[in-house]
């Protein structure tokens, strides 16, 4: 199932986005100012152990000069995410794809509807320019560091499939990380290519499978 | 010991260049990045290249030398423009720092 394609000018386009993805993307602004984002919005520039006259005057010019300048690209990054929410279009290739589940399901996804329990949900296309693939990515980058500073418990905590023993709030932590951490891969894809200087040529998803986690619907 | 003076390009003798072969005697600072469980590993090597100019082959050894030692010194030189490397580090969300060479 293809689910994003490159376009010819280096942007990318979300095919099909369900409600939860939409929800996720427009968390992420929150997500990225909340607890665990002091680590990349004021970042110390020395190592912790650097108490010196010298390293505290260099501190104080940090946070007076370069932190502001950092929480402007950040936010910025922000604007660009929910800039392209803003403007998602109905997606046909998701009205197709519903129609063709409705064909599979028959006449037990029409009871399911009529009982109140599912009702058709809108699917959208968000297409990225090139110009903000970048900040695209760092807008997602920002969402996962925060989350692994709040909620992780190791290194690869929020990579983990086991969550017995984890709360809600950890749970919910995962799917958004993974979400983001997913949706970054054709990002960065995009960004090794245009620096590379190569076509912006999509690559055979048939056997991708790292969105199936996160069916649109 | 500083001096300035005028040499003859041999390529083309009509023009003089001034040579400025003063030394600085201020030690130099270094740019670390350091390891962190967040930003993969293609992402570091991309940032690497863009922001110093390294070909792949070099921002590849920074970056596994990051992964497996926790940290790596990318650049050294001039406090200045070490420390608008950090900065630009930090503006990529890595974890970078300034210290002065051979601490």
Sequence with gaps: MRLYEFTDDGGLQLLAVGPEWMEKLRRLPAIARGDGAERFRAPDPLDPENRSPEASA????????VVPDLHEVFDNQHCAVIEVLDKAQPSEFGQWMLLQQKLLQGDAATEKNEEGGEGECELVDLTIPP??????????NQGRL???ARYAESESDLDSADDASKSDAWKHARDHYLFYSRLQAPLMQLMQMGFEGKDFENDDQEDDEEFDDYPPF | MMSIHA???????GTAVMEDTRI?????WTV?????PVNTIEYVILTIQRLFGYARAKAEHHTMEVHHMGR???WNGAKEKAEL???????????????RAGE
Excluded: C, F, M, N
């Design chain 2, 85 to 99: 490397y950090v900065h630009q580090l930090h503006a990529a969300q890595l974890k970078a720092s300034l210290e």
């Design chain 1, 131 to 140: 110009e903000l693939v970048e900040s695209w990515y760092g807008a997602l």
């Design chain 2, 24 to 28: 600085s005697t201020a030690a130099p």
């Design chain 2, 72 to 74: 790596s010194i990318v």
């Design chain 2, 32 to 36: 670390v990045i350091h390891d962190d």
């Design chain 1, 146 to 148: 925060a989350l692994h």
């Design chain 1, 58 to 65: 260099l501190r104080e010019d940090w946070v007076d000069l």
């Design chain 2, 7 to 13: 040499v003859d390009p041999l390529d083309d003798p």
